[in-house]
């Protein structure tokens, strides 16, 4: 079955920039999307289709791609970022989806 | 706005059917364009896509749920469900409903046990 890889956790200061990367052989072909879910809470996108942020998502979340690999950046990371961060993808097929395994992100 | 809402048993004895139903205000269940989805989590891990119905009836299930998996629609009730057979200790999870792909609109979830 398709997976996708995420770092377990990251860990940043305040102010400083927190890179997530998530790999997987089909994401030439299929957008990504991340999620960020904090504890008792249900997930919210912040990056779709691989870079785009939907309205009311702070302009220091942003999303690129490069070959098997996207990236989530958060720029000038504040304490309301420390969430577990998902990237999802669909497999070759566009059929079926697939979540991360997770990164934990935390602001020292 | 649209808001979903999910309801069923809170334990299911292993074995059974773990059913669910989403139930959808502020909007129709037969929208165009639209997929209603089943997310799960497992506590203390990562999210699980179970599957999702397409406003047209089409069904798309995890592969690895697939053989126990069923979504329907009730358009008289404004209800999606979900249906999973077999359970056991491992499908013990916070259940998700939501609307569209990827969710835009998320249900509180609910949390389901499996025990004996």
């Known amino acids: 079955s398709y997976e996708l890889t995420q770092p377990p956790s990251v860990s940043v200061s305040p102010g400083q920039t927190a890179r997530i990367t998530c790999s997987g052989d089909a994401m030439p072909k299929q957008y990504a999307y991340w999620y960020q879910q904090k504890p008792g809470q249900a997930p919210v996108v912040v990056i779709y289709k691989d870079s785009g942020r939907p309205s009311g998502i702070p302009e220091r979340f942003s999303g690129s791609s490069s070959g098997t690999t996207v990236t989530l950046t958060i720029s000038g990371v504040q304490a309301e970022d420390e969430a577990d961060y998902y990237c999802?993808?669909?497999?070759?097929?566009?059929?079926?989806?697939?979540f991360g395994g997770g990164t934990k992100l935390t602001v020292l | 706005q649209v808001q979903l809402q999910e309801s069923g048993p809170g334990l299911v004895k292993t074995s059974q059917t773990l059913s669910l139903t989403c139930t959808v205000s502020g909007g129709s269940i037969s929208s165009h364009n639209t997929y209603w989805s089943w997310i799960r989590q497992p506590p203390g891990k990562g999210l699980e896509w179970i599957g999702y119905?397409?406003?047209?009836?089409?069904?798309y299930y995890n592969p690895s749920l697939k053989s126990r998996v069923t979504i329907s629609v009730d358009t008289s009730k404004n209800q999606f469900s979900l249906k999973l057979s077999s359970v056991t200790a491992a499908d013990t999870a916070v259940y998700y409903c939501?609307?569209?792909?990827?969710?835009?609109?998320w249900g509180q979830g609910t949390m389901v046990t499996v025990s004996s």
């Open positions: 119905i397409y406003y047209s009836g089409s069904t």
């Open positions: 939501a609307r569209d792909w990827p969710p835009g609109i």
């Open positions: 999802q993808s669909a497999d070759s097929s566009g059929i079926y989806q697939v």
